[in-house]
């Protein structure tokens, strides 16, 4: 029952049912920033297992699995940065940023 009590204080207030609330800025970079680490460890194992079935060793794999992984970390980067420059800036009812 006390668990209830505290996870009850913790809910947002207001409109609960808002798409905003339910992806405030914490979670939503909470969210981004788990789903970036996943897929940087699906590149970490598909570089691996591609150089494993070239036939590399194992010091040549680790180097290919981490370069595979820097190249989907600078593609996403960049793409980041393109889509950054579309974002606007919402002004409030008073006029303020």
């Known amino acids: 029952m006390f668990l ?4 009850s204080k913790e809910r947002p207030r207001g409109n609960t049912g808002d798409v ?9 970079e909470q969210l981004a920033g788990a789903a970036g680490t996943a897929i940087l460890v699906a590149a970490l194992t ?14 040549p794999a680790q180097a290919s699995r981490a370069q595979a992984a820097f190249v989907v970390g600078g593609v996403l980067a960049v793409v980041a940065v393109v889509l950054s420059l579309f974002v606007r800036r919402v002004k409030n009812d008073d006029g303020a940023h």
Do not use: Y
């Open 20 to 28: 905003g609330n339910l992806l405030d800025r914490r979670r939503l």
């Open 46 to 59: 598909v570089g691996a297992a591609t150089a494993s079935a070239g036939g590399a060793a194992e010091g």
């Open 4 to 7: 209830a009590r505290e996870v």
